[in-house]
Every structure is written in structure tokens, then in C-alpha cells.
């Protein structure tokens, strides 16, 4: 699905929360790359899993054609710098419900970037009749975790010793959600 793009100034920075276009297929995958380098906060290493210009190409004409998918992107001077996405499932049993997942450059941090892609993403969420967002996040990533928390987000699960990261020491994952209040 798609939302009406957003205007921000944060701390001196303009940007605008929108839906990923076409056009942004051309950035996406080095972005992609260069968030993956810049934080252990996320599953992958920069390199792995590579998307490839077709790859995002179609990932943002599924997402906006999806009824239960949203793909955003923040953008400096009309150049992608972080995204958001909510998956849902295609099953009738899970298809109440969407996965989240946030990444912004580093360079950008302290912006309230990440925070902005949330609330937009809990929006169209409400709005749309989502009834639960998921999503997991390190334990190590204490300022998401205290986001999510004042967003409604709750505490479901732990997995345990789920990633491995550069130190060589196993770290927990934390599940969380939200259940809307529009319910």
C-alpha cells in the first residue's frame, strides 16, 4: 500500500517519509549495503544477502500493490537514507498481523528518522485494520527497545543466543508487538 508523504525538520535536517517509488530501486541496494557495515543491530553483514536493483524493483511494485505491505523510505534531497517495511502473510490465519523492520544511515542517526518511519508505519497500520505489529530487536539495542516500548510495544519473547556477532559472543533477540488500540 502506499501512504501521502510527510514532511520533517529534525534537529536541522529536512526529509520526507514517502512511499518507495520506482526510482528509488537505483539507491536501495548499495543503501542496503552500507546500513548492513555501519551496525550489529540488524541480521545481516554488509555483502550478505545482496538485493539487486530488480530485486527492489519488484519488492516495491509487490509492497505497493499488497493491501497488507507498506514500504517507506526517508529521503534527503530526493536520495533514499533509510526505509521501513511491514510484511504481512498472505495466509487468512496471519494475515491480521505484519512484521516491521527499520534501518537508517548512520550519518543520519539522532534525527528521529527511525522513530518518524515507526509512527507512519503504526499509522497506516491503525488505519488499514492491522490488528498486531511484530518485529524482533537485539538486546544490545536499548534505545529501539525503550521506542518500541513507548510505542505500545510489548515484550513476547526472547530467543536466545540467536546472533552471533563480531565480538564472537552470542547475543539474545527480543520479540515484540503492538496490538492496536483500534481493535
Given amino acids: 500500500m502506499k501512504i501521502e508523504s510527510k514532511?520533517?525538520?529534525?534537529?536541522?535536517?529536512?526529509?520526507i517519509i514517502r512511499s518507495?517509488?520506482?526510482a528509488d530501486a537505483v539507491y536501495l541496494p548499495e543503501l542496503r549495503v552500507m546500513i548492513d557495515g555501519e551496525t550489529e543491530n540488524l541480521d545481516r553483514e554488509a555483502g550478505e544477502h545482496?538485493?539487486?536493483?530488480a530485486d527492489c524493483s519488484r519488492q516495491i511494485k509487490e509492497?505497493?500493490?499488497a493491501p497488507?505491505?507498506?514500504f517507506l523510505v526517508?529521503?534527503?534531497d530526493d536520495i533514499p537514507i533509510g526505509f521501513a517495511r511491514c510484511e504481512g502473510s498472505s495466509l487468512k490465519r496471519l494475515s491480521h498481523k505484519v512484521t516491521f523492520g527499520v534501518c537508517v544511515r548512520k550519518d543520519y542517526w539522532g534525527h528521529q528518522i527511525g522513530k518518524n518511519l515507526l509512527l507512519q508505519s503504526i499509522a497506516w497500520a491503525d488505519k488499514n485494520g492491522?490488528?498486531?505489529m511484530e518485529l524482533s530487536v537485539l538486546e544490545t539495542n536499548k534505545k529501539a527497545i525503550l521506542l518500541y516500548m513507548d510505542m505500545g510495544f510489548k515484550v513476547e519473547g526472547l530467543l536466545r543466543f540467536d546472533k552471533l556477532l563480531s565480538d564472537g559472543r552470542f547475543y539474545d533477540t527480543i520479540v515484540m508487538g503492538r496490538i492496536s488500540s483500534v481493535i
Avoid: C, T
Fill in 7 to 15: 514532511k520533517y525538520q529534525v534537529h536541522g535536517l529536512n526529509y
Fill in 20 to 22: 518507495a517509488a520506482e
Fill in 50 to 53: 545482496l538485493q539487486s536493483q
Fill in 63 to 65: 509492497d505497493s500493490e
Fill in 68 to 70: 497488507n505491505h507498506l
Fill in 74 to 76: 526517508a529521503v534527503v
Fill in 130 to 132: 492491522i490488528k498486531k
